[in-house]
């Protein structure tokens, strides 16, 4: 009987099988993460972010050491895939959205750790003098990129639930950022005679913590202007009943010259907000949606819990490498 392929059988692991596994476990937390504030903003965004997330933390489970080639060759696929459908959503318009995303800390930080497993992955393969399959998985997760955006695409259409919120007179206002939490959505819109920039905070906003910041310029001179009044409407979207309404003023707000307000909503859906500027040179208005969270819901529990779970998975890996894997005396 001939002894069993190398190819189907697990061998001990090696430092760069392992950084591979470990970079794409954290990329994969990473993902999860974010979900429950991209679930709030466009539930296509969540969902797929969820689905990457386990399969990579999945991926990780096995691909710290070499059971078949096909492994290898899924990890640079699923690396290299996600880093280039990255960079194609921050030039072109992301799927079941309007926009390019923008470039921020989380998602710079997953993509270094992908970046990390695929040239990991890439050395592997060439130690073992098999360029062949790193060239196959580099050309799978082009393939795979263009599959995942095009599909995106065009699948958007029919289904507008899974869409971004975004406001209709915001322009860039629905772009969201995952570091600081703290979304533009008027950006200097003209309002009668005056161009109005409002900020909302956090991502997303929950009833008991909902910050309306609002920055008022005259339309003309371009000239912050603190010698006005603004008030803050929301109201519940398919609800009849009156809108809460509250004023803003510079006490509340971070930045010197601006106005800012706790809206008191009550309770989490999609709220109407209205902001109205009266001043010397008159009155304006203008409004956007605001998508506002449950604070007790699981995108809450899922953002408090899941820093812990990483670490726990962590650690838990690294036992059991020790266990299996201890050190000759």
Sequence with gaps: MSAPSSLSRATPFDTL????????????????????????HAPAHGWFFAVAGVVQ???SAVGWRRTRRAVDVLGLVLAGSLILLWVVTRIYPAPFSSGPEEVDGA????????AVTFVALAAVLAREGDRRSAAIGSLLAVLATIGLYAGGR??????????????????????????????????DEPMGPWLVRVLTSPVPPSPQNFLVEVRVKDAETGRVRGDVGVTILAHLEGDSSEPVRVTAGPDAARIPGEFAAQVPVSGPGV???????????????????????????LGAW??????????????LGYAALTRAFPTES
């Design 17 to 40: 099988r392992l950084t591979a596994a470990l970079s794409m476990l954290g990329a994969g937390l990473m993902h999860l993460m974010i979900v429950p504030e991209h679930v709030e």
């Design 107 to 114: 998602g710079l930080i997953s993509k270094g750790l992908e």
């Design 154 to 187: 065009l699948a958007g259409p029919a289904f507008p639930a899974l869409w971004a919120q975004e406001s209709e007179t915001a322009g860039e206002a629905g772009v969201h950022s995952h570091i600081i939490g703290q979304r533009v959505r008027l950006d």
């Design 57 to 59: 933390i999945a991926w």
């Design 302 to 315: 899922l953002s408090a819990l899941l820093p812990f779970a990483g670490l726990a998975l962590l650690v």
């Design 271 to 297: 709220w109407l907000i209205t902001v109205q500027v009266d001043g010397p040179q008159g009155q304006g208005q203008g409004g956007f949606a605001e998508r506002v969270a449950s604070p007790l819901g």
